[in-house]
Nanobody, 122 residues
C-alpha cells in the first residue's frame, strides 16, 4: 500500500515557477515508478511526467518538456515536479501516482494522491 499526498499548488502568473511535492507513506515508494498527471474539468487525465524507481529514467509529455522537471528523493519518500515558464494552459489539478510499470497510461498506476490545484493567470 502507498498513500500519496500532494502539496505546492497555487495561483501564479504566466512565466512563473512552481514546485509540487508528493510525499508517500509505505515501504513501496522506493520500488515504485512515480508519475505526475493533470486534469481539467471535462477532459481526461493527462500524462505529464514519470520517473523510474531509481530516478535514472525520466519521461515527459511534449507539452511540458524543457519546462518541467521531475525528480525524487527516496530517502524522503518524496517526488517533485518543478514547473518553470508556466502557461495558462498548464492550469489543472495535478495528481501524483505510484505504479510498477514505466508507462504514461493512467491505468498503469495503482495509487493516486488527492490532487493539488495549479492555476496560471495570463
Amino acid at each position: 500500500q502507498v498513500q500519496l499526498v500532494e502539496s505546492g499548488g497555487g495561483l501564479v502568473q504566466s512565466g512563473d515557477f512552481l514546485r509540487l511535492s508528493c510525499t508517500a507513506s509505505g515501504r513501496a515508494f522506493g520500488s515504485s515508478v512515480m508519475g505526475w498527471f493533470r486534469q481539467v474539468p471535462g477532459k481526461e487525465r493527462e500524462f505529464v511526467a514519470r520517473i523510474s524507481s531509481s530516478g535514472g529514467i525520466t519521461t515527459y509529455a511534449i507539452s511540458v518538456k524543457g519546462r518541467f522537471t521531475i525528480s525524487r528523493d527516496n530517502a524522503k519518500n518524496t517526488v517533485y515536479l518543478q514547473m518553470a515558464s508556466l502557461k495558462p494552459e498548464d492550469t489543472a489539478v495535478y495528481y501524483c501516482a505510484a505504479g510498477r510499470l514505466l508507462t504514461n497510461a493512467p491505468s498503469g498506476y495503482q495509487y493516486w494522491g488527492q490532487g493539488t490545484q495549479v492555476t496560471v493567470s495570463s
